[in-house]
């Protein structure tokens, strides 16, 4: 097993817990995901505003984002497409974490490049709040911060590597957090560079 580090209640850092080979898996997957369907592009709601990050999901529910809002889908926003099956990998992370909930239903992909940003949110689209999200970083290091329920609460800065998967849960799940910046050339996993991170959630009810 990884190392596990605390960086606060709720929140665990696996760094590296992806090999290199389980990453160049993942990302090929990916890849050909997104020649397949293509990335979509969120927008804000009511006002339209593209956001920088391209996005696409695996799983039986897919989040989007577009001017009629926020919401969980079964279908790619932009041609209808279902979404593809939990790549192995990702089902796996899930049940080797002990997250001790049922099944994920959703795996959003998050695709940045270099000038792409996420401000400070929460995630709270999901019915069931008690159950961690897990997140999946691969390609180029993001600045990522993390505060508290309160969007002026004071924050914490991390560095997320090619590998790195963090946990999220109890007191932390509704904690405000963003990338702040993505650093360039800092990974060779990612032909064309740029930064991937995938959140697995559960967004019904988990009866465990
Ligand atoms: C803390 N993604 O997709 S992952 C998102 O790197 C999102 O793409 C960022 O925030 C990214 O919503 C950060 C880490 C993360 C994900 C979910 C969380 C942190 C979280 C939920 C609650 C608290
Ligand atoms: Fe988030």
Redo the contacts with the bound molecule.
């Keep these: 097993m990884t190392e596990e580090i605390v960086i606060k209640p709720g929140?665990f850092y696996y760094p590296e817990y992806f090999s290199r080979a389980v990453q160049e898996e993942l990302r090929d997957e990916i890849l050909s995901y997104a020649n397949e369907l293509g990335w979509f592009q969120p927008t804000l709601p009511r006002w339209g505003t593209p956001f920088s990050?391209k996005m696409l999901n695996y799983g039986p529910l897919g989040?989007v984002s577009d001017k009629s809002g926020y919401r969980y889908q079964p279908t790619h926003p932009e041609n209808g497409a279902h979404w593809r099956p939990f790549p192995i990998h990702i089902s796996r992370l899930w049940s080797s974490l002990n997250v001790g909930f049922d099944n994920p239903e959703a795996c959003?992909i998050?695709y940045?490049q270099m000038n792409s940003r996420?401000g400070l949110?929460?995630?709270r689209d999901e019915e069931d709040l008690s159950v961690p999200?897990i997140?999946i970083?691969l390609g180029d290091t993001?600045l990522?911060r993390?505060g508290t329920t309160e969007r002026k609460g004071p924050t914490q800065s991390l560095k997320?590597k090619s590998g790195d998967v963090?946990v999220?849960g109890g007191p932390?799940?509704?904690?405000?957090?963003?990338?702040d910046r993505i650093y360039p050339g800092t990974s060779t996993l990612l032909p064309e560079g740029g930064?991937i991170?995938m959140?697995l959630?559960r967004v019904t009810k988990s009866a465990a």
């Design positions: 929140v990050v989040w959003l998050n940045y996420m949110h929460q995630d999200v997140s970083s993001a990522f993390i997320l963090l999220f932390a799940r509704l904690n405000f957090h963003g990338i930064r991170n959140t959630r």
